[in-house]
């Protein structure tokens, strides 16, 4: 895999985009490229294969959306891009629309919890573009609804989130449905070995283009970590709301966790709308709508929103659980202090994960600054969890008398490292001594 360096141009021009294109920019605004399509454009625009390392943020649906428009109007034939979720899909497809409608360029979304009767319509009217998850695509494959090998250019997006997310089978399978004569764009925010294998398996020697090592965070965001009991989090977080008042994403390690502390914030008067994999899309929709219009003021999301959600302006992240792998971290706060704005996150950890905070810290390269707790209000008294009609109602766990709504029985501290715990520091921080009451049972 060759590396590529490029110097900066500090401009759109001299990179290979055709003056309608160059035009359009203009006209939306785009007055500079982010380091990432200064350096993907001149090459996928020559028709060479690529494989992008940059975080999330940073500009990557332009860094292949304009070469692909561009070389879909010189070869015949269609482009592909496979992303992990529907939020990435369609918003990778309104992108696409932006800057191809003034050219003719139909797409097709292809996305599960919408029905397939629109999707078979897009596709009969031969659009120039298929934007799909791997599962719907598949189904399409399988039902004779699309057809690959006219593919000529493809994009595979958040590769690294695509095999986290167990799709890996469903990449193999498009792979082979795929032309062998096409250009093959890859792009990601980490570069795992298995990224490193299908990229040599699949790709006529791509150039490498990595931003930022991994674990480089987004620059202007400032990190802040509280240690805490678990039964003292949700006070931390109204104490948090109080003192911070812009927009605001919290992080759940699970579904279940998001809906219960969107429903306590409601409780509490705080306008906030859940995300995650419970939720129809047409509920994530509207609820990652209203988090953009100001609707809702929190947005309480599980690790599918860490990627992919585009939303600007948002001022604060707070991590109420800790991600389960420490690659999740950065992704987490990198949807605040996007496109050169600055930002805050901040990390509730109880005193017993200090192994994940040192697996965090070890991959971001710098030490968490601890912060004293404040004085936190009365432990308050939430009303019993209500189900909405495409949630799955949880059974209480045989043998298990400490189980309470909210906590998942099967739940384990995460390891965001494998094997030994790592020393602690020299001049480390204390976590406090014994394990916390409210722990017990994870």
Request: hydrophobic fraction near 35%; charge should be positive; glycine fraction near 10%.
């Amino acid at each position: 895999m060759q590396q590529h360096k490029e110097e900066k141009s500090g401009s759109f021009h001299g990179l290979g985009i055709a003056p309608a294109l160059l035009e359009l920019l203009t006209k939306s605004n785009f007055k500079a490229p982010t380091p990432i399509q200064e350096q993907a454009i001149p090459i996928a625009i020559e028709g060479k294969d690529v494989v992008g390392i940059a975080q999330t943020g940073t500009g990557k649906t332009l860094a292949f959306g304009i070469p692909m428009i561009q070389r879909l109007m010189q070869v015949k034939g269609q482009g592909l891009v496979v992303l992990p979720t529907r939020e990435l899909a369609l918003q990778v497809d309104e992108a696409i629309r932006k800057i191809g409608q003034g050219f003719g360029i139909r797409t097709a979304v292809l996305i599960g919890g919408t029905s397939l009767w629109p999707q078979k319509q897009a596709l009969a009217r031969g659009p120039h573009i298929i934007i799909a998850t791997p599962g719907r695509l598949i189904d399409h494959v399988e039902q004779r609804t699309v057809r690959l090998d006219n593919a000529r250019i493809v994009v595979l997006d958040e590769a690294d989130r695509m095999l986290d997310m167990g799709f890996l089978p469903q990449i193999t399978r498009i792979f082979k449905e795929l032309p062998k004569e096409r250009q093959t764009m890859l792009f990601s925010a980490t570069m795992p070995s298995t990224i490193m294998k299908m990229a040599a398996t699949h790709m006529k020697l791509p150039m490498r283009i990595e931003i930022a090592p991994a674990g480089t965070t987004a620059e202007r965001v400032t990190q802040e970590l509280f240690i805490v009991s678990r039964d003292q989090k949700f006070g931390l977080l109204e104490k948090t709301l109080e003192s911070r008042r812009g927009s605001t994403l919290v992080f759940s390690k699970t579904k279940h966790g998001a809906r219960r502390i969107a429903q306590q914030l409601r409780s509490i008067g705080v306008a906030a709308a859940e995300i995650h994999s419970n939720r129809s899309l047409g509920q994530r929709r509207e609820a990652l709508d209203g988090f953009k219009s100001g609707k809702y003021r929190v947005l309480v999301a599980t690790d599918i929103a860490s990627r992919g959600i585009d939303v600007k302006g948002i001022e604060l992240v707070v991590n109420y659980d800790l991600p389960s792998n420490s690659d999740d971290y950065v992704h987490r706060i990198g949807r605040t202090a996007r496109a050169g704005a600055g930002g805050h996150a901040i990390t509730f950890a109880a005193p017993d994960q200090r192994r994940e905070i040192y697996s965090i810290e070890r991959l971001i390269r710098k030490t968490l600054p601890v912060s004293k707790l404040p004085a936190l209000p009365p432990a308050r008294s939430f009303p019993r969890e209500e189900y909405t009609y495409d949630d799955e109602p949880r059974r209480r766990p045989q043998g298990r008398s400490s189980w309470t709504p909210g906590g998942h029985p099967s739940a384990r501290p995460s390891s965001g490292t494998r094997g030994r715990p790592p020393s602690r520091p020299s001049g480390g921080r204390s976590y406090g001594g014994s394990r916390s009451p409210a722990g017990r049972g994870r």
